[in-house]
């Protein structure tokens, strides 16, 4: 059975840090993609960081670039989003996503993070 968990969300001030982590397993990890999105209340669910399987490649919209960084570890099946001068519109359910080269694909639970001072 395949499990993404999410991980590190929290209450934090404007400007702070987080770093979410979302753990696989039941998958071979290095086969997938790695993606972080993010749903707001009342808003669709955003694209906001995607990394490559081997890691080498990474992409961001421009509402996080610079301030967002994900990265994978293979051998731990932990993919991160290293999250930087966060903003109150930053409030949002997060979510990793896992997706094979053919299309499969898997979603962890989501984990709340909420910018507010």
């Known amino acids: 059975q395949v499990q993404l968990v999410e991980s590190g969300g929290g209450l934090v001030q404007p400007g702070g840090s987080l770093r979410l982590s979302c753990v696989a397993a039941?998958?071979?990890?290095?086969?997938?993609?790695m993606t972080w999105f993010r749903q707001a209340p009342g808003k669709e669910r955003e694209l906001i960081a995607h990394?490559?399987?081997?890691?080498?490649?990474?992409n961001y919209p421009q509402s996080v670039q610079g301030r967002f960084t994900i990265s994978r570890d293979n051998v731990k099946n932990t993919v991160y989003l290293q999250m930087n001068s966060l903003k109150p519109q930053d409030t949002a359910v997060y979510y990793c996503?896992?997706?094979?080269?053919?299309?499969?694909?898997?979603w962890g639970q989501g984990t709340q993070v909420t910018v507010s001072s």
């Open positions: 996503n896992a997706q094979s080269t053919s299309g499969v694909e898997f």
């Open positions: 039941g998958l071979t990890f290095s086969d997938y993609y």
């Open positions: 990394i490559s399987r081997a890691g080498g490649t990474t």
